[in-house]
């Protein structure tokens, strides 16, 4: 594994990193209880010590497993988590994958720290981040100056923002960023989904901000799982793209096969995936999302693998500026 230090602080971060949504929630295929486990011990064993959950996943589940697998080294790993949805309010019972109410007022944002720590058994959050913010909230200094007394009474080190639900939130990101001066910014990006995240990386190196970016393989369009749009079960996270999205996107995908000559190449189309993120400077770790020991061993190796070329990474522009050479492309759909 290699890694790079989160700017403006004393972080360093692996260039792959686990997200701990997939085996918190079946959102990403169901996973058995024994296999979560496997999967966070060895990722620790190949070098992934940064682990990146939500207090949102599983309704704490995601803490409460992080905590029981991998708690007693806890000096040995970083931990990311976020708050800012209300789960605790059970009178408003959540829809499918709707958003819930958010809340940001001091004395939530408190109370959903203390719970955070009790759920992962430990004194200190390393990164504790706004979860899906909109400027509405991050205009609120008393948002910031609670943040800012956590991390004064230790409880949290770092603060920063994940963006979503989908890949747009450009004012989000550029306001956190140029006025909030967080360290870390979460976003998306991929091969297939570069915006607004292009524009995110002037921006970062001008703040000395790092980014952590996820779903690198675009629904798991660029890991050649599949080549025609399959059917996710009920409740399955991808299942809430379009299947005309799927098919594009596929489509997309037909035309990188210069990727994924693994005997040329030196990598797999999952690991160029990576490494095409990585070759940004100003992201710090990716988050693809594991499901199995195969997955976990292949990705978590992707940045040994060869950069990519001058070559490759001016074919991949030329891909992009072009619509993939797509005759009609269509619309884009963000993620959800």
Not at 101 to 110: C, L, S
Not at 132 to 154: C, M, S, V, W, Y
Not at 237 to 242: E, I, L, P, V, Y
Request: charged fraction near 30%; charge should be negative.
């Amino acid at each position: 594994m290699l890694y790079r230090k989160l700017p403006r602080t004393d972080l360093i971060l692996p260039e792959v990193g686990f997200g701990v949504w997939t085996v918190a929630t079946n959102w990403w295929g169901e996973i058995a209880e024994h296999d979560k486990a496997a999967l966070l011990e060895n990722a620790l064993d190949l070098g992934i010590n940064f682990f990146d959950t939500a207090d949102t996943y599983g309704e704490g589940y995601g803490e409460e497993l992080l905590a029981e697998v991998l708690g007693h080294r806890r000096t040995d790993i970083i931990i990311a988590t976020k708050f800012g949805y209300d789960f605790y309010d059970k009178t408003t019972p959540r829809i499918g994958h709707q958003e819930r109410a958010q809340k940001f007022d001091r004395e939530f944002v408190t109370f959903a720290c203390e719970q955070s720590l009790r759920r992962l058994r430990t004194d200190y959050i390393d990164i504790y981040q706004i979860h899906n913010p909109r400027i509405d909230a991050l205009e609120k200094d008393e948002l910031f100056e609670t943040l800012e007394q956590l991390q004064f009474e230790g409880k949290i080190r770092h603060f920063g923002v994940a963006l979503g639900p989908d890949i747009g939130w450009f004012e989000e990101g550029d306001a956190a960023m140029r006025e909030r001066h967080v360290p870390s910014v979460q976003i998306i990006y991929s091969i297939l989904e570069q915006e607004p995240a292009r524009d995110f990386f002037p921006i970062a190196k001008e703040q000395e901000v790092g980014l952590i970016s996820r779903v690198p393989h675009a629904s798991d369009v660029l890991t050649g799982k599949y080549i025609e749009p399959p059917e996710f079960k009920e409740g399955d996270h991808r299942s809430h793209r379009r299947i005309e999205w799927l098919k594009e996107a596929l489509r997309k995908a037909e035309q990188l096969g210069f990727l994924k000559d693994e005997d040329n190449t030196g990598r797999t189309m999952s690991q160029a995936a990576i490494k095409f993120c990585l070759d940004q400077p100003a992201i710090v770790s990716v988050l693809p999302n594991f499901t199995n020991l195969e997955e976990l061993r292949e990705y978590a190796a992707a940045p040994e693998t060869p950069d990519l070329t001058e070559w490759e990474r001016s074919r991949l522009e030329d891909l992009w500026q072009n619509a993939f050479d797509l005759e009609e492309p269509a619309r884009e759909f963000r993620e959800i």
